[in-house]
């Protein structure tokens, strides 16, 4: 994945110590809201209220579930479940 995000882009990650977590941060120069990425191995990905807590907390423009689905589908406003290969469309 990281490979695929140019190199102006920031990655990190999101954790704190009340157990709101994301597993990819990618902050954009000079662009509103880091996009936030989750990885599920679930072809039924569900996503914990730790994730949700740290969209909040960073303040995401955008989010997306990366999982083993054939189609991507909107899971909230904002957030999209995307399949692996779609990744490389994140950084557009």
Same mark, same amino acid.
Request: proline letters at 9%; a positive charge; hydrophobic letters at 50%.
């Given at each position: 994945?990281?490979?695929?995000?140019?190199?102006?882009?920031?990655?990190?990650?999101?954790?704190?110590?009340?157990?709101?977590?994301?597993?990819?941060? %990618? *902050?954009?120069?000079?662009? &509103?809201?880091?996009?936030? =990425?989750?990885?599920?191995?679930? #072809?039924? +990905?569900?996503?914990?209220?730790?994730?949700?807590?740290? %969209? *909040?907390?960073?303040?995401? &423009?955008?989010?997306?579930? =990366?999982?083993?689905?054939?189609? #991507?589908? +909107?899971?909230?406003?904002?957030?999209?479940?995307?399949?692996?290969?779609?990744?490389?469309?994140?950084?557009?």
């Amino acid at each position: 994945m990281l490979a695929a995000v140019p190199q102006t882009w920031r990655p990190s990650f999101y954790r704190t110590a009340t157990d709101a977590e994301i597993d990819l941060v %990618l *902050e954009r120069p000079g662009k &509103a809201g880091p996009v936030a =990425v989750e990885f599920k191995y679930s #072809a039924a +990905p569900q996503v914990e209220k730790g994730f949700w807590t740290g %969209l *909040e907390d960073i303040k995401a &423009a955008r989010a997306f579930v =990366v999982a083993p689905v054939k189609d #991507a589908y +909107p899971l909230k406003a904002n957030v999209w479940v995307i399949p692996v290969h779609a990744l490389e469309r994140l950084t557009v």
